[in-house]
């Protein structure tokens, strides 16, 4: 769509953009600039100067164990979280929409906790699901040595996961309700005066026609675990136990500012961009087939 | 609602009222466990009554952690992420719409892009870049061989630099480099009726005055909504504050949570983490209560 009425002094345009360019090539363009030249290269810390390495970063990366249990990880837990908090707000916001006594109230309170800072519940979780206070404890008097994510590594996933899956019920919510919301209801009256009940409906009629919600939804919620889940990791587990949960942003922030390898980590994020563009074509591609768009 | 469902109703009320139980459970037990005292908050199980100890360890997590000054930090952040977003994107969106200058759908490019890439995969460079913000222009009179023209011409060592780290518009501005908010714009302008733009050039509005008196006024509502949702994603960040302040006198509410992990050795002072993470995550909670409706709205139409 374009504009027919336009303003004719191309400078106050060209002006107009000048902020946001500016900022953009500051801090998008030029970083991401350098990241690869960095990764193709060899830098000191202390500066001294780049040698040019080509692949080699890249090779002894992927030769690495730990960065392909990191990737792993990434991807455990972006499957797992990701269902979780989309079948369980599919199902939330289905029953809302239904629209019975206090539908009203769980509209409001339900997406709380997408406004909560994921350090901040991974605190709160950490303290629920700890092993020796808290919530697991008791279950932990039962059968001891049941539940540790301070040792088990599965615990540990487990946990981040929760606290994860917790915040973005609330995120997939409010998008799913608005789907909801948006189908008419003459659509959903007509199909229940042929004789078709609340279950056919939802499959039918309901479900079909918020498919394009789903597919962004999966999009939206695969990337965020790759980058809203550094704080969560950072506070309940630090990556371990035995790196267990050493998810990607993790494992190049421990390298490039922990372990100070500038290229090492420089071809990580190199990969998870890579990775992130692939499953965002790969998805528009594959899944985009199946969505009802209206 | 259309047809009578007893048993169907039952289950959705059930349903219903457990996924509010497992959303509100947090919240509740983080109030409970702040106010006991170190004895019981460490109790298996913890006891759900409410302790006496609230406002003692609602202090002396305010003092261990430093939390004043801190969440004027994180306010002083998400306030001008905030502010900063909403004005940088209407700009911009303004430029996109309204002006044909050549060049303008590269431009648009330019800045969708910025979307698929989120600051957290990039962190190492643009931590780079904000130690010294003029290191990109350096590099490339360096390159140009402009700085040795300068050099030779005049005798001054063209030598940049600006550091950002510890700095307010350090942690701002590379928050405010990405695209989210100028599609929002951009969607709204499209809908404002070319007619209006017509009147206005007919009264010998320019550019400028369009953009203040008409377009800017008819926006209100998606700056309330671009700002709410901005403000709450500026200050829920971590990673990027984490990194860049290095001194502790920049650092924000959200980092400072760091300090009130308990330590492995001794009884865990669970009591005192949970009163320092109630008072972190109160204001942004507050936030989506208060602005709900400009919440709701600004989260869909950003993103879509």
């Given at each position: 769509m374009e504009k027919r009425v336009t303003f004719s002094s191309w400078t106050i345009g060209i002006l107009f953009a000048v902020p946001q360019l500016l900022l953009i090539f500051t801090f998008f363009y030029w970083p991401a600039g350098q990241a690869v030249y960095?990764?193709?290269?060899?830098?000191?810390?202390?500066?001294?100067?780049?040698?040019?390495?080509?692949?080699?970063?890249?090779?002894?990366?992927?030769?690495?164990?730990?960065?392909?249990?990191?990737?792993?990880?990434?991807?455990?837990?972006?499957?797992?979280?990701?269902?979780?908090?989309?079948?369980i707000a599919l199902v939330l916001a289905a029953l809302t929409d239904r629209q019975l006594a206090g539908s009203r109230f769980y509209r409001v309170v339900l997406i709380w906790p997408y406004g909560i800072a994921a350090p901040a519940?991974?605190?709160?979780?950490?303290?629920?699901?700890?092993?020796?206070?808290?919530?697991?404890?008791?279950?932990?008097?039962?059968?001891?040595?049941?539940?540790?994510?301070?040792?088990?590594?599965?615990?540990?996933?487990?946990?981040?996961?929760?606290?994860?899956?917790?915040?973005?019920?609330?995120?997939?919510?409010?998008?799913?309700?608005?789907?909801?919301?948006?189908?008419?209801?003459?659509?959903?009256?007509?199909?229940?005066?042929?004789?078709?009940?609340?279950?056919?409906?939802?499959?039918?009629?309901?479900?079909?026609?918020?498919?394009?919600?789903?597919?962004?939804?999966?999009?939206?919620?695969?990337?965020?675990?790759?980058?809203?889940?550094?704080g969560i990791v950072d506070i309940m587990t630090s990556g371990g136990p035995a790196n267990a949960t050493n998810l990607m942003v993790y494992k190049i922030y421990s390298d490039g500012f922990k372990g100070l390898d500038y290229s090492g980590a420089a071809a990580q994020s190199i990969i998870l961009m890579l990775l992130i563009i692939v499953l965002t074509i790969f998805q528009f591609r594959f899944i985009e087939r199946r969505v009802h768009y209206r | 609602m259309v047809e009578r469902t007893p048993f169907l109703n039952f289950f959705t009320h059930v349903i219903l009222f457990v996924g509010f139980v497992l959303c509100i459970a947090p919240f509740v037990v983080v109030t409970i466990a702040a106010s006991h005292n170190l004895k019981d908050v460490n109790d298996v199980p913890m006891s759900l009554l409410p302790g006496s100890d609230f406002w003692l360890n609602i202090k002396t997590a305010w003092t261990t952690a430093d939390l004043g000054p801190k969440l004027l930090n994180s306010f002083i952040m998400a306030a001008g992420v905030a502010a900063g977003k909403v004005m940088i994107s209407a700009f911009t969106a303004f430029s996109i719409v309204y002006f044909r200058y050549p060049g303008r759908t590269f431009i648009f490019w330019l800045i969708f892009v910025t979307l698929m890439l989120p600051l957290e995969v990039r962190i190492v460079p643009t931590y780079a870049v904000v130690a010294n913000v003029l290191s990109p222009y350096q590099t490339i009179l360096d390159l140009t061989g402009l700085s040795w023209l300068v050099e030779k011409v005049s005798g001054v060592q063209v030598s940049l630099s600006l550091g950002l780290l510890n700095s307010y518009s350090g942690l701002i501005l590379p928050l405010i480099a990405t695209a989210t908010g100028t599609f929002l714009y951009r969607q709204f302008f499209l809908t404002v009726p070319d007619e209006l733009t017509e009147a206005a050039r007919m009264d010998g509005a320019g550019a400028l005055r369009f953009f203040i008196d008409i377009l800017l006024p008819l926006s209100r509502n998606n700056m309330a909504a671009l700002g709410t949702i901005m403000f709450l994603w500026a200050w829920n960040q971590y990673l990027w504050p984490l990194l860049i302040t290095t001194d502790q006198s920049h650092a924000t509410a959200v980092t400072e949570l760091k300090q009130l992990i308990p330590n492995v050795g001794g009884i865990p002072e669970w009591n005192i983490a949970m009163a320092g993470t109630l008072i972190v995550m109160l204001p942004p909670l507050i936030v989506v209560v208060a602005m709900q409706r400009w919440f709701v709205r600004g989260l869909i139409a950003t993103e879509k």
């Open positions: 960095w990764s193709l290269t060899l830098q000191q810390p202390w500066g001294g100067g780049n040698i040019w390495v080509g692949l080699d970063n890249f090779r002894s990366i992927l030769s690495n164990a730990d960065y392909w249990n990191s990737i792993t990880a990434s991807l455990v837990f972006a499957g797992i979280s990701t269902g979780l908090a989309m079948f519940l991974a605190m709160a979780f950490r303290f629920i699901l700890a092993p020796e206070a808290g919530f697991m404890a008791v279950v932990n008097q039962v059968w001891p040595g049941f539940w540790d994510p301070g040792l088990d590594g599965a615990d540990a996933m487990a946990s981040i996961i929760i606290a994860f899956s917790w915040k973005y019920v609330g995120y997939n919510f409010i998008f799913f309700l608005a789907a909801f919301q948006a189908i008419p209801r003459s659509l959903i009256e007509a199909a229940a005066m042929d004789g078709s009940g609340v279950m056919r409906r939802f499959r039918d009629i309901q479900f079909p026609l918020i498919t394009p919600t789903i597919f962004f939804l999966l999009v939206i919620n695969i990337t965020e675990s790759f980058q809203d889940s550094f | -």
